[in-house]
């Protein structure tokens, strides 16, 4: 058994996207806590698809991805603070609006290109088996950087996360301190988006720390617990892809077997809570502390 | 412009332009009743949640249209029943959920050979391939979800902007809240073969919001809607077959095209008295 979850890391490429998958662990997990507070999920929907032109773009011309997809990513959050300050523009639609716009045109862009087919599903599914030695220095560059700026900032973003109103009462300015989270987010998204594409990256930050929410409710507890699940789950999602391509000839891909692992580890973290509650029949629900916004309502 | 005139003359081509103005007026009209009830959000997770319907549906080799149905509605209870514990708010689920069905997808596909051929048909459309039996599917479809949107229009625009008065008058909302959501799904699974999962959301959001900022009055909204849609559809695949781009990226693109421009052109003509969207909630309206 102990051969089975250790064996497929005995080669250098499995042993980096280990490693580049823990660094985005801890990132995605901390950085997914402050999300799950603030009701962001949909933004980072926006700005996983919003870096996608930049991709591409630097992906056409051979320039640094990275670069590429920091450029648009910006472009995106500028437009969205820009746009929902126009009181005729409900928030919700431009966030669809962008979305589809920036995506659309990063699929026009790789289009042009020969090898259009393997180019795109390379971008929107990451490669997390040929990360290199730069992309982890990159990633871990960025993760020290998006932490030390989250601990600085804790307990204005925990007071604006839980009394908008109160924390301008208190004179801290709301627009810079959500600027500051939706660059961080963005910054998050742009370091995993190479080695898990730009459609399953979101799942990085939205699961582990929902995961976590069902377990704790204390912030600093929920956090390690995100950390800890995501790490865990990029680990065994690794292992079942490598054992399922190379002794059963499943063809499993690396990036979207890890979104599944997690996936499954909320689903299973979601059905025992609810056998515990249903065993304990007693309310363990928080109340839900403002009302619900109608556009996230189903 | 050559490569326009030839293509023209292809009965493949003209056959997509005709798919291409079918969706775009039909999603338009729909998508009307999207940003009415705020519902963009649920339109994005709809888009990632077909995805492993229509792949399995394609691997099996049974109709796509019901596949991606199956999977949209087993998305919806998902959401609704882990929602019901009331401890992660909705966005957060739908997030989750979204991600995982999307990966479940990709993991379909990958299991075969020829697997990105088939990842990008399922993500960008492959409109210059719609048979007749697309197309045929496309108006059915569309024209019952016209029919069933404008034989409920008054009770859906009364639960959409008065829920607790509906309720009153007898209505349940919930009903008509299953309705649009519904309707919504259905014309998203149509439009998936032409312009692809992604995309599908531009023209489920785009051509409404456009036709929004002409005008406060919902049944011009919705005509102008329709237009917008289906003007993207020609704009879009006459770019495609003038510049050789993906045909649904440029569709797509072309309803944000339509949308910068009449911001443009009404931001400097149409006077501005009265707010066009209900006021928000300033502090989390914005962060929702």
Redesign the interface.
């Known amino acids: 058994m102990w051969d089975l979850l250790v064996e497929p890391f005995s080669t250098d490429y499995m042993r980096r996207a280990l490693v580049e998958l823990v660094l985005l662990g801890v990132l995605g997990g901390v950085v997914g806590v402050y999300?799950?507070l603030?009701?962001?999920?949909?933004?980072?929907?926006v700005v996983q698809?919003a870096v996608f032109p930049g991709i591409a773009v630097a992906f056409v011309v051979g320039q640094s991805l990275l670069a590429g997809a920091l450029a648009s990513g910006a472009l995106a959050v500028a437009l969205l603070a820009v746009g929902?300050r126009r009181?005729?523009?409900?928030?919700?639609?431009?966030?669809?609006?962008l979305?589809?716009?920036f995506?659309?045109?990063?699929?026009?862009v790789?289009?042009?290109g020969t090898g259009?087919?393997?180019d795109?599903?390379a971008l929107?599914?990451g490669r997390i088996l040929s990360v290199d030695q730069r992309e982890l220095i990159d990633t871990a560059v960025v993760a020290v950087v998006c932490l030390l700026v989250l601990a600085a900032l804790h307990k204005e973003l925990v007071l604006r996360a839980f009394d908008?109103?109160g924390a301008?009462a208190a004179g801290y300015p709301?627009a810079a301190l959500?600027l500051v989270l939706n660059l961080v987010v963005m910054l998050t998204i742009v370091a995993a988006v190479r080695a898990l594409g730009t459609?399953?990256v979101?799942?990085f930050v939205?699961?582990p720390?929902?995961t976590a929410?069902?377990l704790v409710r204390r912030i600093g507890p929920m956090m390690v617990v995100a950390v800890a699940f995501a790490g865990l789950c990029g680990w065994l999602g690794l292992v079942v892809s490598y054992q399922g391509s190379v002794h059963h000839g499943?063809?499993?891909?690396s990036?979207?077997?890890v979104?599944?692992c997690?996936?499954v580890g909320?689903?299973l973290v979601?059905a025992g809570?609810?056998v515990v509650?249903v065993v304990r029949s007693r309310p363990v629900?928080?109340?839900?502390r403002?009302p619900?916004?109608?556009?996230?309502?189903? | 412009m050559r490569n326009l005139v030839e293509s023209l003359q292809s009965p493949l081509f003209r056959r997509a332009l005709l798919e291409a103005v079918l969706i775009g007026s039909i999603a338009g009209t729909v998508g009307v009743h999207v940003v009415l009830r705020k519902l963009p959000f649920f339109v994005v997770a709809m888009s990632h949640a077909t995805f492993p319907g229509v792949a399995i549906a394609s691997a099996l080799g049974v109709s796509l249209f019901v596949g991606g149905t199956i999977a949209g509605l087993a998305v919806v209870v998902a959401v609704l029943v882990l929602g019901a514990s009331k401890v992660l708010d909705d966005a957060s689920i739908i997030g989750v959920v979204l991600a995982g069905s999307f990966a479940l997808g990709v993991l379909v596909v990958s299991a075969q050979p020829g697997s990105s051929k088939d990842l990008t048909a399922f993500l960008v459309g492959s409109i210059l391939t719609v048979t007749p039996a697309d197309i045929a599917l496309t108006v059915i479809v569309g024209g019952t979800v016209l029919l069933v949107l404008s034989a409920l229009h008054k009770e859906l625009v009364l639960g959409a902007f008065d829920r607790v008065g509906a309720a009153a008058l007898g209505y349940r909302p919930w009903v008509l809240d299953a309705v649009v959501l519904v309707a919504v799904t259905v014309t998203m699974v149509t439009a998936i073969p032409a312009v692809g999962a992604l995309l599908a959301v531009a023209l489920l959001t785009v051509p409404a919001l456009t036709a929004r900022l002409w005008t406060d009055r919902l049944g011009p909204t919705q005509a102008i809607a329709a237009l917008v849609g289906g003007l993207s559809g020609v704009l879009g695949l006459s770019a495609s077959a003038v510049w050789s781009v993906a045909a649904g990226g440029a569709i797509a693109l072309a309803t944000g095209v339509c949308f910068v421009v009449s911001l443009a052109v009404t931001s400097l003509t149409v006077s501005r008295r009265m707010p066009r969207t209900a006021p928000r909630d300033r502090v989390g309206g914005a962060a929702a």
């Open positions: 999300v799950l603030r009701r962001l999920a949909f933004i980072t929907e698809h929902s009181r005729q523009i409900d928030a919700d639609a431009l966030m669809a609006l979305i589809a716009t995506f659309a045109f990063g699929v026009v790789v289009s042009r259009f087919q393997s795109l599903t929107l599914f908008p109103i301008e709301i959500d459609v399953l979101v799942a939205v699961t720390a929902a929410r069902l499943w063809r499993l891909a990036g979207a077997t979104v599944m997690l996936t909320f689903v979601a809570r609810a509650h629900a928080a109340p839900s403002e619900r916004p109608a556009a996230a309502r189903p």
